[in-house]
């Protein structure tokens, strides 16, 4: 059974940094999950994309956080990873992974976010 697990979230200050990891388990390798992404959902607002990366390495980012937002991954480790730079408050949300395997999603549990002004 996939699981993945995320870490990293907290409040930070408007044009401040984090670095959200997502630890893997459940699967011989991490490039099994194709993709592997970020999505972030804020109160009273639909879950959308952040980033994804896929098993290539191929990457693709929101409009909104391109330039600011890095997605990576760790295959030793099973972890994939959003640095996020150049915080803002509208970036404020819950933060979850998700991974696909075999037709099915799996997420984390989220992570929240919260940037003051």
């Known amino acids: 059974q996939v699981q993945l697990v995320e870490s990293g979230g907290g409040l930070v200050q408007a044009g401040g940094s984090l670095r959200l990891s997502c630890a893997v388990s459940?699967?011989?390798?991490?490039?099994?999950?194709?993709?592997l992404g970020w999505y972030r959902q804020a109160p009273g607002k639909q879950r959308d994309l952040v980033a994804v990366?896929?098993?290539?390495?191929?990457?693709n980012y929101a409009e909104d956080v391109k330039g600011r937002f890095t997605i990576s991954r760790d295959s030793a480790k099973n972890t994939v990873y959003l640095q996020m730079n150049s915080l803002k408050p509208e970036d404020t949300a819950v933060y979850y992974c998700n991974g696909n395997r075999a037709f099915r999603a799996y997420w984390g549990q989220g992570t929240q976010v919260t940037v003051s002004a």
């Open positions: 459940g699967t011989g390798s991490i490039f099994s999950i194709n993709p």
């Open positions: 990366i896929t098993s290539g390495g191929g990457t």
